[in-house]
């Protein structure tokens, strides 16, 4: 089902002639794997640089799914945005995957990605087609213009995009810039995929575009199956708004910057009042906690000390020293890691203990007060 906000009515007609990264910045395409970084900026620094290109469909955080959609349902589409975009094109996704399988049956170059969080960053993917590890690099200069590996073995320019952003290439080629800006807002213009999941009906990939109510979203999933009382923003690198205000608000990075959000990779899931928010956070840092690619101290020993604490909280073990410890290990995480993924536990982790802070005050005094039933915790 397909929910949108549109600004104006659409328009079919072809794009005028003219370099792509004009026609892509006349669209105000952005990427959408998370950063929303100008994708004709990045064009031309890669093209200057005769640089290759790598379309990640690794779905990598925490609740994604669409580009392992765009792969099955629009591989036409994405093999022609390739081919726009450079020669040397390889699709990079998690080995073993349905995805993998569907990119190779189709003739396009694959490259295999383990299974671990930080592997489909994008300096992971480019060092991985490099021949090395699939872990994230030191960037000292953009990845689009030449980078070195842990090494020092210099690595060719390489122009990494999600899949998704790839196939809107395609269809702003195809149906022109105008087309494109009829949906979304005028800061984030153009049609989007968000994967909706928790407490709805029908989980899975909603075609939509910012500026959208949450409730439009889940009624394009299927409506609610529970009673909602969170959502979960942008996965694990992302991070939560309570029910309230989340009815306040739209899924647009305007109104998620407020609480310290962003629209992020596509990614909304919903929490009802059956789940215990906090141990729910809990799990969740846990498995960010063995996903460290071994490579600085905030990861490997940072992440797992947040990840102790919010376990002990959601346990009904902690006390307020421990509440005070864990806000400042989360202090602690942010611009000191070799990659972005300890600054995404700690907005993650914070912006839990924001949204959930009635939660917090009852499991410190050793309750659950999930669906307010009062539950001894300890």
């Known amino acids: 089902m397909t929910v949108t906000s549109t600004r104006a009515d659409r328009s079919t007609t072809p794009s005028s002639a003219g370099p792509l990264a004009d026609l892509l910045e006349s669209a ?10 100008s994708t004709a900026t990045k064009l031309r620094s890669a093209l200057a640089h005769d640089a290759d290109v790598i379309v990640n469909a690794c779905d990598g955080e925490v609740g994604a799914a669409k580009d392992a959609w765009v792969v099955e349902h629009h591989l036409d589409e994405l093999r022609r945005g390739a081919e726009l975009l ?122 939509t575009s910012a500026g959208v109510s949450f409730g439009d979203l889940v009624a394009a999933a299927g409506g609610f199956s529970g009673r909602p009382t969170a959502f979960g923003i942008g996965g694990l690198g992302g991070g939560w708004l309570t029910a309230a205000e989340a009815r306040g608000a739209t899924w647009s990075g305007g109104d998620l910057a407020a609480y310290g959000l962003r629209v992020g990779p596509g990614i909304v899931s919903v929490l009802d009042d059956t789940r215990c928010p906090l141990a729910h956070v809990a799990r969740t840092l846990t498995y ?91």
């Not at 105000?28 to 970084?37: M, P």
């Not at 395609?170 to 005028?186: H, K, M, N, V, Y």
């Not at 376990?311 to 864990?326: H, M, V």
């Not at 972005?340 to 005094?365: N, Q, T």
């Open 28 to 37: 105000g395409l952005t990427g959408r794997g998370g950063a929303a970084f």
């Open 86 to 207: 450079g020669r040397r094109v390889t699709v990079a996704a998690h080995r073993g995957t349905p995805t993998a399988r569907r990119i190779t049956a189709a003739g396009l170059a694959l490259l295999e990605v383990p299974h671990r969080y930080v592997s489909s960053e994008e300096s992971s993917l480019v060092s991985l087609a490099h021949g090395g590890l699939a872990r994230p690099l030191t960037k000292s200069v953009p990845i689009s213009l030449g980078s070195k590996d842990a090494r020092g073995r210099r690595m060719r320019p390489t122009l990494v995009l999600n899949a998704e952003t790839v196939w809107r290439v395609a269809q702003i080629e195809a149906l022109g810039p105008d087309w494109f800006r009829s949906q979304g807002t005028l800061d984030e213009p153009g049609p989007r995929l968000v994967a909706v999941s928790g407490a709805v009906a029908r989980p899975g990939v909603v075609q």
């Open 288 to 378: 960010a906690a063995g996903e460290s690619a071994g490579q600085c101290g905030p990861c490997m020993f940072g992440v797992p000390a947040v990840a102790e604490d919010m376990g002990r909280l959601a346990a009904g073990t902690a006390d307020r020293a421990t509440l005070q410890r864990l806000r400042g290990r989360i202090g602690l995480l942010p611009g000191r890691g070799a990659c972005r993924f300890p600054d995404g536990v700690a907005g993650y982790a914070a912006s839990a203990l924001r949204a959930f802070a009635p939660e917090v005050a009852a499991h410190l005094a050793g309750r659950c007060d999930v669906e307010g039933r009062g539950r001894r915790v300890r």
